[in-house]
């Protein structure tokens, strides 16, 4: 079965550090992966995509950039972090295009 | 461009009871996906269940089913006998075939009380 993990749980970090979240994937090949990020109490915002090793698609123009090294691993860096990336960053992957999103167990991250 | 609407931002049953969850959406396209996410306290969102446009029968996995009325562009998720674990927040999504996103809804709070 696959399985999906992401770290670290929880982060906190002041502006202007460096940031690197990771996620893994198992048991699957050639999988969709996702970075979302969620505000406390609101929907979920796609930041990133990918549909294959070094293939990032950006949703939204911001202070973050995602990669991918490996078929199952998916990483969310920035430089510099900004007191508005704090939130909760979801990690997700899917067989195939439209078809349903597997979630990892997130990160919290809180910027001071 | 799709949209999903979730109309009902809290709502609260008593435990055992029956409860629905509405949503909406729009779309041009006609081979489609809809889903239904649970995202509880822990924050991991977990998938409840999924019905494929083409399929007039309505998905059921075990105490919830979906009612998809593709006229309409409505597809409800009941929750039968509801439990304590239930209590969470309540996603639901569409993704057209061949389209690698989710769109999300902006969630309905289902509390649960015993």
């Known amino acids: 079965s696959q399985t999906i993990h992401q770290w670290p749980a929880t982060l906190v970090q002041p502006v202007g550090s460096p940031l690197s979240l990771e996620c893994t994937v198992e048991g699957t090949s050639n999988p969709n992966l996702y970075w979302y990020r969620q505000a406390a109490g609101r929907g979920l915002q796609l930041l990133f995509y990918?549909?294959?090793?070094?293939?990032i698609s950006s949703e939204v123009p911001q202070n973050l950039s995602a990669s991918r090294p490996q078929d199952l691993q998916f990483i969310l860096s920035s430089k510099k972090l900004l007191l508005s990336d704090s939130g909760f960053y979801l990690c997700a992957w899917s067989l195939a295009r439209g078809h349903e999103q597997y979630f990892g167990p997130g990160t919290r991250l809180t910027v001071t | 461009a799709q949209t999903v609407t979730q109309s009902q931002p809290e709502m609260s049953v008593q435990e055992a009871e029956t409860v629905t969850l509405s949503c909406t959406y729009d779309?041009?396209?006609?081979?489609?996906?809809l889903f239904w996410y649970k995202q509880p306290p822990s924050r991991q969102m977990i998938l409840v269940i999924r019905?494929?446009?083409?399929?007039?029968q309505n998905a059921t996995e075990n105490r919830f089913s979906v009612n998809f009325q593709k006229a309409a562009k409505s597809f409800s998720l009941k929750i039968s006998d509801s439990q304590l674990g239930d209590t969470a927040m309540y996603f639901c999504?569409?993704?057209?075939?061949?389209?690698?996103?989710?769109?999300f809804g902006t969630g309905t709070r289902l509390t649960i009380i015993p």
């Open positions: 999504a569409f993704t057209h075939f061949g389209n690698e996103k989710l769109t």
């Open positions: 779309t041009s396209e006609s081979n489609y996906y």
């Open positions: 019905q494929e446009a083409y399929k007039q």
């Open positions: 990918s549909v294959g090793i070094g293939q």
